[in-house]
């Protein structure tokens, strides 16, 4: 489930209080947690209002922990860099706050990627082919036949192990993963787009899902902001359980 | 200039201060600016400190534009999402931050720049050809004859005008600037990689140069790391200074 809070939309009883961002991020949790696997707050949201934002957002990954220690936290912050460099950007997520794992920009390569696989049980989210319609612009460039995401899948798993590498694969583009499966048989895919994007969860589960399930499905603004009164919070918990139910009903057809 | 600060590096009279980090720019703005066109600190170093880094970084950014605000001042943070999510990230380095550009990563296609494109005045410098050695394993990715970077700088370029986008290309790479020059002949060039990490300025003027001299060249531990000493920042004015007054020799010569 996707966290990214937007003081524009948040229901004035919220937008009030004392650290509005946090505070919309904890009604929203308390609601939706028994319904979650993995939260993935968006570090844009966060940091666009500035260090009040970033606090909020690590009283926000503390604030889960506490709860349950047993839901996955992706920093989701499309990172990457030079090798020293992303070895910092790596410390800032595992070091400095208690992400499970965060979302990287392969575009730089390698030594951009590996940084994030030094920590033991976490996890590198690379990005292979993306929701966006802006994936059409690169990702599809074709080398010898091979797509530049499928160059990404094929040549980064072998820079760390399935269990710390998984890759975002947009629910947008359900039908690819049918291809993508062949190349990552047995990786986790973090798949986000199902809701306000427009993807189908049916369609993510026929074509993505393998013997260990192996999918992280992710929607956020058609869960938090499902509804914009007074009762947010409840209707978030209503959404949640929703998508929860109907992959419950997946999971037990395969399982 | 680089303003890459790491608290290990730090001489012992920085590292006793309130804030090192922020003393330690300050030390290194106030010996380097006169030799200065634009500082460039990367968000991974600061980001790795937690709060108090972001709280060092907003307070050198506004140092800088204080002493002189005729530096350019890039947020080196390598950033990009989708369309809704990056206007977030703009947000933050232009709205939040008083910064004059960011560098942003292609790899999620148009709608993940265009939000950098709309503050007037400011500046998106979009990764092309990186200095690393992981900048082989997909920016060179060929369909039809074009390569990634390529493709990214024949693109892109199209999303924006030579007033609102730059590219980064690595001095490690001096050599594919000529071939660079023919695609973006009147584009701005970010080129990182002069000193630690190996790159030559003569080969970088000498390929990459164009009418108004176009390119941004920087250093970054090769000037602010030159001495580990108390002496730290008069070595890293002298150090800027020895590439400002090279450069200027190659300026004399063309203009």
């Given at each position: 489930m996707g966290l990214d809070p937007e003081i524009t939309r948040l229901p004035a009883s919220v937008a009030g209080a004392a650290d509005p961002i946090f505070e919309f991020n904890r009604r929203i949790i308390d609601a939706t947690h028994k319904y979650t696997a993995a939260y993935k707050p968006n570090f844009a949201f966060y940091e666009s209002y500035g260090q009040k934002g970033m606090a909020a957002l690590d009283k926000t990954v503390r604030y889960i922990n506490k709860l349950d220690t047993n839901i996955f936290i992706i920093a989701d912050a499309k990172r990457g860099d030079i090798g020293n460099t992303s070895k910092m950007y790596a410390r800032a997520v595992f070091g400095e706050m208690p992400f499970d794992a965060v979302t990287v920009a392969p575009y730089m390569g390698e030594d951009s990627v590996t940084p994030f696989l030094s920590y033991p049980g976490k996890w590198a989210i690379i990005l292979a082919l993306t929701s966006n319609k802006g994936a059409d612009d690169f990702q599809y460039h074709t080398d010898k036949g091979q797509r530049l995401f499928e160059k990404v899948l094929s040549l980064s798993q072998r820079w760390g192990t399935t269990d710390n590498i998984m890759y975002v694969v947009g629910a947008t583009r359900a039908e690819m993963l049918a291809g993508i499966r062949k190349i990552v048989p047995d990786h986790f895919l973090l798949v986000p787009g199902v809701g306000a994007q427009g993807g189908s969860l049916a369609e993510v589960v026929q074509y993505g899902m393998n013997r260990q399930c192996g999918l992280l499905v992710n929607s956020s603004r058609g869960i938090?902001?499902?509804?914009?009164?007074?009762n947010f919070a409840e209707t978030a918990g209503e959404k949640a359980r929703e998508i929860q139910e109907e992959m419950a009903i997946y999971l037990a057809k395969r399982f």
């Amino acid at each position: 489930m996707g966290l990214d809070p937007e003081i524009t939309r948040l229901p004035a009883s919220v937008a009030g209080a004392a650290d509005p961002i946090f505070e919309f991020n904890r009604r929203i949790i308390d609601a939706t947690h028994k319904y979650t696997a993995a939260y993935k707050p968006n570090f844009a949201f966060y940091e666009s209002y500035g260090q009040k934002g970033m606090a909020a957002l690590d009283k926000t990954v503390r604030y889960i922990n506490k709860l349950d220690t047993n839901i996955f936290i992706i920093a989701d912050a499309k990172r990457g860099d030079i090798g020293n460099t992303s070895k910092m950007y790596a410390r800032a997520v595992f070091g400095e706050m208690p992400f499970d794992a965060v979302t990287v920009a392969p575009y730089m390569g390698e030594d951009s990627v590996t940084p994030f696989l030094s920590y033991p049980g976490k996890w590198a989210i690379i990005l292979a082919l993306t929701s966006n319609k802006g994936a059409d612009d690169f990702q599809y460039h074709t080398d010898k036949g091979q797509r530049l995401f499928e160059k990404v899948l094929s040549l980064s798993q072998r820079w760390g192990t399935t269990d710390n590498i998984m890759y975002v694969v947009g629910a947008t583009r359900a039908e690819m993963l049918a291809g993508i499966r062949k190349i990552v048989p047995d990786h986790f895919l973090l798949v986000p787009g199902v809701g306000a994007q427009g993807g189908s969860l049916a369609e993510v589960v026929q074509y993505g899902m393998n013997r260990q399930c192996g999918l992280l499905v992710n929607s956020s603004r058609g869960i938090i902001y499902a509804d914009s009164s007074e009762n947010f919070a409840e209707t978030a918990g209503e959404k949640a359980r929703e998508i929860q139910e109907e992959m419950a009903i997946y999971l037990a057809k395969r399982f």
